[in-house]
């Protein structure tokens, strides 16, 4: 497996989202191996952990085995994933009253995103620092399943979250994730949420485009355009993030009266990304028809920028 690091999570970034567990990269195939980068992800139901997927050796090939979230985390083939997935059980967050505690030494979180009712640990975890990412087979992963482990299998547990799928989805859909583009070294190892952000906090930060019609004034007059749409945009972006705080902070109201369906984070999930993807685009349509209205060659910058 390549060597890669969670996205680091700073005061603008919104990682991770109440609820949400880290779930690391891996490799995948459909007639190539590619490779899905890690990613957080919303637990399918409070108590929920996340088991990786891990590939073993078998009649002489090779089977990929789907994780799976259960209130116990089971066997993942010995795989030393890193961020809290060592080979065996999983310590990088823990469960509390219904809210996620994370260990902040093999995750990169900040505590000023957190809920109140979440905490911060740290607890170091050893790894194995091996990156082999299969068990069995010559040259791999020699570990075998626990009885515990074994009896987490038994136990009532879900698939992959739409989330994942998505996320798998896109990366079998980019040509340089796959192995025999990259050899190895895939471009995209990982993300702060799978693919499409959710929140406006967490779009690209909107470009100005350089202008320059060989007219000083009308460079100045054309500048100031761009810098009135911006200023709009951006006041728009944070309009939307207040209005979805708002639907968050009213989930985690109902979570403290114990009115909390925990399906109902995962609702507004897909609306928010929805309402964020449409202001994204929107905001690209605007600056494009404001260049072609200025001048029609400066358009075309707008789309290399993009």
């Given at each position: 497996?390549?060597?890669?690091?969670?996205?680091?999570?700073?005061?603008?970034?919104?990682?991770?989202?109440?609820?949400?567990?880290?779930?690391?990269?891996?490799?995948?195939?459909?007639?190539?191996?590619?490779?899905?980068?890690?990613?957080?992800?919303?637990?399918?139901?409070?108590?929920?952990?996340?088991?990786?997927?891990?590939?073993?050796?078998?009649?002489?090939?090779?089977?990929?085995?789907?994780?799976?979230?259960?209130?116990?985390?089971?066997?993942?083939?010995?795989?030393?994933?890193?961020?809290?997935?060592?080979?065996?059980?999983f310590e990088g967050a823990r469960w509390v009253d219904g809210w996620l505690h994370y260990n902040s030494a093999v995750n990169h979180v900040n505590a000023v995103s957190l809920s109140k009712k979440q905490k911060l640990y740290n607890t170091p975890v050893k790894e194995s620092g091996n990156r082999v990412s299969y068990n069995g087979g010559p040259?791999?992963?020699?570990?075998?399943?626990?009885?515990?482990?074994?009896?987490?299998?038994?136990?009532?547990?879900?698939?992959?979250?739409?989330?994942?799928?998505?996320?798998?989805?896109?990366?079998?859909?980019?040509?340089?994730?796959?192995?025999?583009?990259?050899?190895?070294?895939?471009?995209?190892?990982?993300?702060?949420?799978?693919?499409?952000?959710?929140?406006?906090?967490?779009?690209?930060?909107?470009?100005?485009?350089?202008?320059?019609?060989?007219?000083?004034?009308?460079?100045?007059?054309?500048?100031?355009?761009?810098?009135?749409?911006?200023?709009?945009?951006?006041?728009?972006?944070?309009?939307?993030?207040?209005?979805?705080?708002?639907?968050?902070?009213?989930?985690?109201?109902?979570?403290?009266?114990?009115?909390?369906?925990?399906?109902?984070?995962?609702?507004?999930?897909?609306?928010?990304?929805?309402?964020?993807?449409?202001?994204?685009?929107?905001?690209?349509?605007?600056?494009?028809?404001?260049?072609?209205?200025?001048?029609?060659?400066?358009?075309?910058?707008?789309?290399?920028?993009?």
């Amino acid at each position: 497996m390549p060597a890669y690091d969670q996205p680091v999570c700073n005061s603008s970034d919104i990682c991770p989202l109440d609820g949400y567990l880290w779930t690391p990269g891996y490799w995948a195939w459909d007639g190539d191996y590619y490779w899905v980068p890690g990613t957080w992800v919303f637990a399918p139901e409070i108590g929920d952990l996340w088991t990786p997927g891990y590939w073993s050796a078998t009649d002489g090939g090779y089977v990929f085995h789907e994780g799976y979230w259960a209130e116990t985390v089971g066997f993942y083939g010995g795989i030393d994933y890193s961020f809290g997935y060592p080979g065996h059980g999983f310590e990088g967050a823990r469960w509390v009253d219904g809210w996620l505690h994370y260990n902040s030494a093999v995750n990169h979180v900040n505590a000023v995103s957190l809920s109140k009712k979440q905490k911060l640990y740290n607890t170091p975890v050893k790894e194995s620092g091996n990156r082999v990412s299969y068990n069995g087979g010559p040259g791999g992963i020699t570990g075998r399943a626990t009885p515990a482990e074994e009896a987490a299998a038994r136990e009532k547990r879900n698939g992959p979250t739409m989330q994942q799928r998505e996320n798998a989805w896109f990366a079998h859909l980019d040509p340089l994730q796959h192995l025999t583009a990259n050899n190895g070294a895939p471009p995209l190892l990982s993300e702060p949420l799978p693919h499409l952000a959710i929140h406006p906090l967490q779009l690209p930060d909107i470009q100005h485009i350089p202008i320059h019609t060989g007219n000083a004034e009308l460079d100045e007059k054309y500048r100031k355009e761009q810098d009135e749409l911006i200023a709009k945009q951006e006041k728009e972006r944070k309009d939307l993030a207040v209005k979805q705080d708002i639907d968050r902070l009213n989930i985690n109201k109902e979570r403290d009266a114990n009115k909390y369906d925990p399906w109902e984070m995962e609702d507004v999930r897909p609306r928010h990304e929805v309402e964020t993807q449409v202001l994204y685009y929107k905001e690209r349509q605007q600056m494009r028809e404001l260049l072609l209205r200025q001048q029609p060659s400066l358009a075309d910058q707008m789309r290399t920028a993009n």
